[in-house]
């Protein structure tokens, strides 16, 4: 079973909602798997927020993503900037590509989404396989700091996102784009159920269509990570915080994650 299946507005707004780089995930993965050089593997795609940079700087990059939604999405983002690229609809945890890859990663936090422990060691495994020897793998994580430290904030409703809305050419329309947002976590198992209600707010003012959509996501603490990594095959771990050069640790928001395919 996928993961997560994106469906309606939660596929409609995932770039409205999602396609902020205030930290520069995409520019360290272009930086990383360009000086690797050879073919690159994009696990948990989505709309392709990661891969289409890719391909525009002449990666030979392919997709994979277990939403038949966002697979269609990142085709048509591709097509709209008359690129190749492939996009493979699978799931992580069980896939076979029959090919090795120079360098696989996993943006966006997608492999936290495979909120049981087996499960995820499953993917890495699959991604392990799917490496070159020597090969290069980079994961993003994140960690929920201001939720695990705001306990009083569990299951309390909050305006995540409020966004502008586009006609078809591109001006906008006086519709807005909401995303409110409600956590409950399990501190002790490192589980974060999210809940998502999206509204669309017409011109006068009226909520024109809505949808309420969840995930359910695990967090790790980076000495797990590189523990978990060690028992699938990988070598050469590295974790570093916030996409820039100093070590991960609390505080952090994001964790990027490095290794290795043993030679």
Known sequence: MPSKDYTGLESEFYDLFRGGDELDEIGLYID????????????????GRVLVPLALEGVTVTGLDSSPAMVARCRAK????????????????DFDLGRTFRSVIVPGASFQLLDERDEAEAALRQMHAHLEPGGLFVMSLFTPWYEITHEPLDGVWRLEKDEPLADDDGEPDGRRALCHTCAELDRCEQLMEVRHRIEVIDTDGRISDS???????????KHEV????????????ETLG???????????????????RAR
Do not use: N, P
Request: charged share 25%; aromatic share 6%.
């Open 32 to 47: 990383a798997v360009s000086e690797q050089g050879g073919t690159c593997l994009d696990v948990g795609c989505g709309s």
């Open 78 to 93: 591709l097509a709209a900037e008359d690129l190749e690229a492939e996009v493979v609809e699978a799931d992580m945890a």
């Open 211 to 221: 949808e309420l959509k969840s995930s359910r996501l695990r967090w790790y603490g």
């Open 226 to 237: 590189a523990l978990m990594m060690r028992a699938t095959g990988f070598d050469s771990i």
């Open 242 to 260: 916030d996409f820039g050069d100093e070590e991960a640790g609390d505080g952090h928001v994001a964790m990027v994650v490095f290794a290795r």
